[in-house]
């Protein structure tokens, strides 16, 4: 079974700190996503990767970055974290046109 | 805007009902996803049905698809409360056609 594996389940932040979530999946995947989920808005998509040193934005990039060095780790930085960014957030991973695999998620507060 | 989109947002069955979910998609694919997710958890793939099927079936589970209509069901059979969860259609991800997109989601409430 793949396994993707977020570093954090719950995480408390201030205001103004960089914050960084981990992902690391186990399957050799080559696409790779965040997403954040928040009650009444679903899933909205922050960054993709394709390959390894390859991002893409997705519909809510703004005040995040991702890094992605190696291909089975995947990498969301808040530069400078704001309440507004507390949310649950979910890493993914997948082949081509194949079903995503999701982590367990990490719950961010942001204070 | 969302390309997969999920009705209706909320279900309330007793256990052994049926529950049936609707999903509407706007663009060509080659195949549907459907997702289940318990509560702050992450989202499990259930089933995946491709263009060129009408309808799949994997044990309580049945998913039709109408391309002609961008559109699929989500059929649970002999509920459980177990089955209680969120449940999500989404498109599929390839470096041609864009990102894969998840609707909002129905929440399933199956009551003992």
């Known amino acids: 079974d793949v396994k993707v594996t977020q570093s954090s389940r719950y995480l408390v932040k201030r205001t103004g700190e960089k914050v960084f979530l981990e992902c690391v999946q186990d399957m050799d995947h080559e696409n790779m996503f965040w997403y954040r989920q928040d009650p009444g808005l679903g899933l909205r998509l922050i960054y993709f990767?394709?390959?390894?040193?390859?991002?893409e934005k997705g519909d809510i990039p703004e005040g995040y970055s991702v890094s992605r060095e190696k291909k089975e780790r995947f990498s969301l930085i808040l530069e400078s974290a704001s309440t507004n960014q507390t949310s649950m957030y979910l890493c993914?991973?997948?082949?081509?046109?194949?079903?995503?695999?999701f982590g367990n998620g990490t719950r961010l507060t942001v204070t | 805007s969302q390309q997969g989109e999920e009705d209706p947002q909320a279900l309330s069955i007793q256990e052994g009902e049926n529950a049936t979910m609707n999903c509407s998609y706007k663009?060509?694919?080659?195949?549907l996803q459907w997702y289940r997710q318990n509560s702050g958890r992450g989202l499990v793939h259930l089933i995946l049905i491709r263009s060129n099927e009408r309808e799949k079936h994997s044990g309580r589970l049945r998913v039709t698809l109408d391309t002609s209509k961008k559109s699929s069901s989500l059929l649970i059979t002999a509920s459980r409360a177990a089955d209680t969860a969120s449940y999500f259609c989404?498109?599929?991800?390839?470096?041609?056609?864009?990102?894969?997109?998840f609707g909002d989601g129905t929440t399933l409430t199956v009551k003992p």
């Open positions: 989404a498109t599929p991800f390839n470096t041609n056609a864009g990102k894969s997109t």
């Open positions: 663009t060509s694919i080659n195949n």
């Open positions: 990767s394709y390959d390894v040193k390859m991002k």
């Open positions: 993914a991973s997948s082949r081509e046109n194949s079903p995503l695999h």
